[in-house]
């Protein structure tokens, strides 16, 4: 039977501990994750719903300053 390299242990074992040093961790990536997938079914879901037709553009305001130059 093969046996690991120190490189892939020693990755493997820094990974082991970044997920299990604190307590939570786990279940705080889970939660994460999940409200990740639901995001990305809500904007699936979303997208195939009709676009709502664009607003005209704002009117716009005539410079009044140098009327006052003028007179």
Do not use: T
Not at 26 to 39: A, F, N, P, Q, T
Request: charge should be positive.
């Amino acid at each position: 039977m093969h046996m690991p390299g120190l490189i892939p242990l020693l990755i493997v074992l820094g990974l082991a501990f970044l997920l299990f040093s604190r307590p939570g961790r786990i279940s705080s990536l889970m939660e994460d994750l999940g409200k990740g997938v639901s995001g990305f079914r809500k904007g699936l879901s979303e997208g195939d719903k009709p676009a709502a037709p664009p607003e005209p553009p704002p009117a716009q305001v005539r410079d009044q300053s140098n009327q006052d130059r003028a007179q």
